[in-house]
């Protein structure tokens, strides 16, 4: 089955420690996206990559970085800068099609939820 | 800048109640305007989407219609189940050329058999 798989469902973050959370594609998309939702704060966009070995910042980029290297993968790492990490990240993949309209049609993974301890 | 505005929640109803979550946005230019649904503990799905203004999406009775005189795109369902119960977030096409999503808060709805 095609999909988006974001691993672990779940993941706590010590004081001072860095997190990765993982994010594969097997879509053939060549868009991916990461978000941050808060309780009734919608989704906020954290990187964005069009295209592989490149990526911008979103909304909300400080205290995380991602990195692109494969297609299928894009890796979030929240970092100890993040001084309020605790909140339900997705991911998402669109196609890098020639209409607008192919790309705003994303397909999200199941999340990972973060929690500090 | 763009953005979404979305009626507070929760909304709750009993099944088979005729449904309406509003959204309006604000927006320089014809962006196109969706509506996402998150059942709970999953990610987000595309539930309908329209591209200009007069358009009506649809996808499993729910509609919507691009009003672009009133800017608004209110997701509308004539008779919920139990199953519809989720979050439904609605969204529009970012000015560049990026593929980016501008979402809404969410309206959470539950209903009520």
């Known amino acids: 089955d095609g999909g988006i798989t974001q691993s672990p469902k779940y993941l706590f973050r010590k004081e001072g420690q860095n997190v990765t959370l993982s994010c594969e594609q097997n879509l053939n998309h060549d868009a991916m996206y990461w978000y941050r939702q808060d309780p009734g704060q919608g989704l906020r966009l954290i990187y964005y990559?069009?295209?592989?070995?490149?990526?911008q910042k979103g909304d909300i980029a400080e205290g995380y970085s991602v990195s692109r290297e494969k297609k299928e993968s894009f890796p979030l790492t929240v970092t100890s800068a993040q001084k309020n990490p605790t909140a339900f990240y997705l991911c998402?993949?669109?196609?890098?099609?020639?209409?607008?309209?192919?790309?705003?049609?994303?397909?999200f993974g199941a999340g990972t939820r973060l929690s500090v301890l | 800048g763009d953005s979404v505005t979305q009626m507070e929640g929760p909304v709750t109803l009993s099944e088979e109640a005729f449904l309406t979550i509003n959204c309006t946005y604000t927006a320089t230019g014809y962006p196109s305007l969706f509506w996402y649904v998150q059942y709970p503990g999953e990610g987000l799905q595309l539930l309908l989407k329209?591209?200009?203004?007069?358009d009506k999406g649809s996808n499993k009775g729910f509609e919507a219609t691009y009003r672009k005189e009133t800017t608004s795109f209110h997701l509308e369902k004539g008779s919920v189940q139990v199953s519809d119960s989720a979050v439904y977030f609605c969204a529009l096409s970012d000015r560049g050329n990026t593929g980016k999503l501008i979402f809404g808060q969410g309206t959470t709805l539950q209903v009520k058999p």
């Open positions: 329209a591209t200009k203004a007069d």
């Open positions: 990559s069009q295209i592989v070995n490149d990526f």
């Open positions: 998402a993949s669109s196609m890098e099609a020639n209409t607008l309209l192919a790309k705003n049609i994303q397909y």
